[in-house]
C-alpha cells in the first residue's frame, strides 16, 4: 500500500500570497492532521480533521484552515503568507480509534 | 517552559557506541512516540509507548509515567543511524494530537 502523500514536494510563494497544500492518507485511515516544522524545531500541531470534522486546532492564526474531503484527503490553506511562514508542512494519517499516526514526506514551503 | 523537553540537543557517537536520548515531559499522557527524522524532512514512526519498554532491532524505548521520563537507547550504533530523533507526547484528552519536543540531532561517525 502506498504511504501519504503530499504535494507539492517543494513551493516558492511571495508574501501576501495564498497557498494550499494536499494530503491523501494511506488508504483505510479516516484520520488526518497538519503540522508545521520551521527549521530546527520540532514540528507543531495546526489542525486535526477526522470523517471530514475538524476535530482539534493548534495555536495557529485564521489565516490557516483546512478542509477534509468525502475520500479523507486533505488541504491545508493559508492566505496572506508571512515570512515566518516558511516551514516544513508534515501530514500524518491514522486508523479510527488508533493513535498510531503516519507520516507525510513533507511540503516545504519557502514565502520570499 | 516546553510541555515536552529533549536530551542531549546534539549528540556525536563513535560507530559501534551505545547511545541514549531522553525525553521529559510534564503532562499527563495517553501516549508518548519515538520518532526519526532524516534530511529532507520525511518522519518515521520508530515506537509508541504507553508503559514499559519496547525494542525493535537495535532500538530500545523505555518509558517510567510516574516520573514522566521515556529514554531512547541505540545499540552498535551506525552511521546510518544519524537523523534527527524526536520525542512526541498525546496529552490526555488531547484527542489525536501530538506535542513534539524539539528534537535530538544524533551524527554518528564510522
Known amino acids: 500500500d502506498a504511504g501519504v502523500t503530499q504535494s507539492p514536494t517543494h513551493l516558492i510563494k511571495t508574501r501576501g500570497q495564498h497557498v494550499t497544500l494536499r494530503c491523501s492518507p494511506i488508504?483505510?485511515?479516516?484520520?488526518v492532521s497538519w503540522y508545521q516544522q520551521v527549521l530546527g524545531q520540532g514540528p507543531q500541531f495546526i489542525f486535526q480533521?477526522?470523517?471530514?470534522?475538524?476535530?482539534g486546532r493548534g495555536n495557529f492564526p485564521d489565516r490557516f484552515s483546512a478542509r477534509q474531503f468525502p475520500n479523507y484527503s486533505s488541504e491545508l490553506n493559508v492566505n496572506a503568507l508571512l515570512l515566518g511562514d516558511s516551514a516544513l508542512y508534515l501530514c500524518?494519517?491514522?486508523?479510527?480509534?488508533?493513535?498510531?499516526?503516519?507520516f507525510g514526506p513533507g511540503t516545504r514551503l519557502t514565502v520570499t | 517552559k516546553n510541555e515536552v523537553e529533549q536530551s542531549p540537543q546534539n549528540l556525536t557517537a563513535q560507530e559501534g557506541e551505545f547511545i541514549t536520548i531522553n525525553c521529559s515531559y510534564s503532562?499527563?499522557?495517553?501516549?508518548l512516540h519515538w520518532l526519526q527524522q532524516h534530511p529532507g524532512g520525511g518522519i518515521v514512526s520508530l515506537f509508541m509507548l504507553s508503559s514499559g519498554k519496547k525494542k525493535h532491532g537495535r532500538l530500545i524505548a523505555t518509558i517510567n509515567i510516574q516520573e514522566k521520563h521515556s529514554s531512547l537507547h541505540i545499540t552498535a550504533s551506525h552511521p546510518r543511524d544519524s537523523a534527527v530523533y524526536i520525542c512526541?507526547?498525546?496529552?490526555?484528552?488531547?484527542?489525536?494530537?501530538?506535542?513534539f519536543g524539539g528534537g535530538t540531532r544524533l551524527m554518528v561517525k564510522p
Open positions: 512526541a507526547v498525546r496529552a490526555n484528552n488531547a484527542g489525536n494530537m501530538l506535542t
Open positions: 500524518a494519517s491514522s486508523r479510527q480509534g488508533a493513535y498510531e499516526q503516519y
Open positions: 503532562v499527563g499522557i495517553s501516549a
Open positions: 488508504s483505510g485511515h479516516k484520520s
Open positions: 480533521y477526522y470523517e471530514k470534522e475538524e476535530r
